[in-house]
T-cell receptor, first 106, second 113 residues
Framework: KNEVEQSPQNLTAQEGEFITINCSYS?????LHWLQQHPGGGIVSLFM???GKKKHGRLIATINIQEKHSSLHITASHPRDSAVYIC????????FGKGTKLSVKP | NAGVTQTPKFQVLKTGQSMTLQCAQD?????MSWYRQDPGMGLRLIHY???????DQGEVPNGYNVSRSTTEDFPLRLLSAAPSQTSVYFC????????????FGNGTRLTVT
């Protein structure tokens, strides 16, 4: 069963482009995490949100709990944004998506 | 401030051997957790702890044991390694449980032959 679906699976962008990564889930949740996994493997927490929108620098995360959907936006993308982005809705425990691999070309 | 420290970074085991993956955090976080990451799959929760002396199973606990004798340490034990346990293992902690941002260790790449 796929409780968490991320799209696209892979994304290649040119530097400066606006990026959107989508996350849909099928279970009732109380919050959702967005994580970034660097090419070297390290994982960093970007956002945790339960409603509305959060912004940190060039990154914006939105969530619509009723529609079971969240998006991660990157404005003015840069090659250093190249990474795998993972959404993780929180049911009883976190359920992780398979990730979206983003490559930003200079 | 070290954050979450995992050791070792790499390990090769033979089938049937046992070992312990170490995880330590210096942020006084109550919640700690272990995940495995396999190609083509999302991270999966193995075990977690909400405080010293309290542990619980996650999605894929079979073949693994944990204990939490102190707030700082949360070791993961492989009792009898199997090739199916070849994976990358991550430890993570947070101050307020699953409803708080997670801090991840750098991972341990384990190969079982």
């Amino acid at each position: 069963k796929n409780e968490v679906e991320q799209s696209p699976q892979n994304l290649t962008a040119q530097e400066g482009e606006f990026i959107t990564i989508n996350c849909s889930y099928s279970v009732g949740i109380s919050a959702l995490h967005w994580l970034q996994q660097h090419p070297g493997g390290g994982i960093v927490s970007l956002f945790m949100l339960s409603s509305g929108k959060k912004k940190h620098g060039r990154l914006i995360a939105t969530i619509n709990i009723q529609e079971k959907h969240s998006s991660l936006h990157i404005t003015a993308s840069h090659p250093r944004d190249s990474a795998v982005y993972i959404c993780a809705p929180l049911e009883r425990n976190l359920i992780f998506g398979k990730g979206t691999k983003l490559s930003v070309k200079p | 401030n070290a954050g979450v420290t995992q050791t070792p970074k790499f390990q090769v085991l033979k089938t049937g051997q046992s070992m312990t993956l170490q995880c330590a955090q210096d942020m006084n976080h109550e919640y700690m957790s272990w995940y495995r990451q396999d190609p083509g799959m999302g991270l999966r929760l193995i075990h977690y702890s909400v405080g010293a002396g309290i542990t619980d199973q996650g999605e894929v606990p079979n073949g693994y044991n944990v204990s939490r004798s102190t707030t700082e340490d949360f070791p993961l034990r492989l009792l009898s390694a199997a090739p199916s346990q070849t994976s990358v293992y991550f430890c993570a902690s947070s101050y307020g449980g699953r409803n708080s941002p997670l801090h991840f260790g750098n991972g341990t790449r384990l190969t079982v032959t």
